[in-house]
T-cell receptor
Framework: GEDVEQSLFLSVREGDSSVINCTYT??????LYWYKQEPGAGLQLLTY?????DMKQDQRLTVLLNKKDKHLSLRIADTQTGDSAIYFC???????????FGPGTRLSVLP | DSGVTQTPKHLITATGQRVTLRCSPR?????VYWYQQSLDQGLQFLIQ???????AKGNILERFSAQQFPDLHSELNLSSLELGDSALYFC????????????FGPGTRLLVL
């Protein structure tokens, strides 16, 4: 079955780059997503990548996809304290259907 | 403010009861998604509707049901509630059926005692 794994915690210093990693098991995953959840707040869809892409950049965010290793990463450049949140990786096999989420990575940004 | 509204914000009920959670999507959005977030199960996709029709079904229990009405608002009905149903229930909406640009509501926090 489908399974998505992430490391649970990551700490970085303000101004450094953060890299949050995710692995998934289903090779037929076509869409991969990153969501952000700030403390006490709802969810926010940050970005997504199609499986036929290797990289997607959106301002400070860079998503890298290694299909061979089923590995997805989210790089946040110049990490700020406002980036402190839980980041969820998710996959879906069909277009916008049946999202499967990882456990989330709690990013702490230290001053 | 995402433009997606959910009511109620908080709900406390007892085991065996039935509750209804309501979601109003952003103006113009045709697709509504329901998610459950709990300590035990993490974040799970429950179900999606697009323009009144069920489009995708995830880990939704048989005790749960949902529908999307002609005015595009959606309701999630949870019946025969168990302690394990205590969770934060999120609704999201998008204009397209693919979920590439989902906007989330603030959630309804359900506590089953």
């Amino acid at each position: 079955g489908e399974d998505v794994e992430q490391s649970l915690f990551l700490s970085v210093r303000e101004g450094d780059s953060s890299v949050i990693n995710c692995t998934y098991t289903d090779s037929s995953s076509t869409y991969l997503y990153w969501y952000k959840q700030e403390p006490g707040a709802g969810l926010q869809l940050l970005t997504y990548i199609f499986s036929n892409m290797d990289m997607k950049q959106d301002q400070r965010l860079t998503v890298l996809l290694n299909k061979k290793d089923k590995h997805l990463s989210l790089r946040i450049a110049d990490t700020q304290t406002g980036d402190s949140a839980i980041y969820f990786c998710a996959e879906s096999i069909r277009y916008g259907q049946n999202f499967v989420f990882g456990p989330g990575t709690r990013l702490s940004v230290l001053p | 403010d995402s433009g997606v509204t959910q009511t109620p914000k908080h709900l406390i009920t007892a085991t065996g009861q039935r509750v209804t959670l309501r979601c109003s999507p952003r103006s113009g959005d045709l697709s509504v998604y329901w998610y459950q977030q709990s300590l035990d199960q993490g974040l799970q996709f429950l179900i999606q509707y697009y323009n009144g029709e069920e489009r995708a079904k995830g880990n939704i229990l048989e005790r749960f049901s949902a529908q999307q009405f002609p005015d595009l608002h959606s309701e999630l009905n949870l019946s025969s509630l168990e302690l394990g149903d205590s969770a934060l229930y999120f609704c999201a909406s998008s204009v397209d059926p693919g979920g590439e640009t989902q906007y989330f509501g603030p959630g309804t926090r359900l506590l089953v005692l």
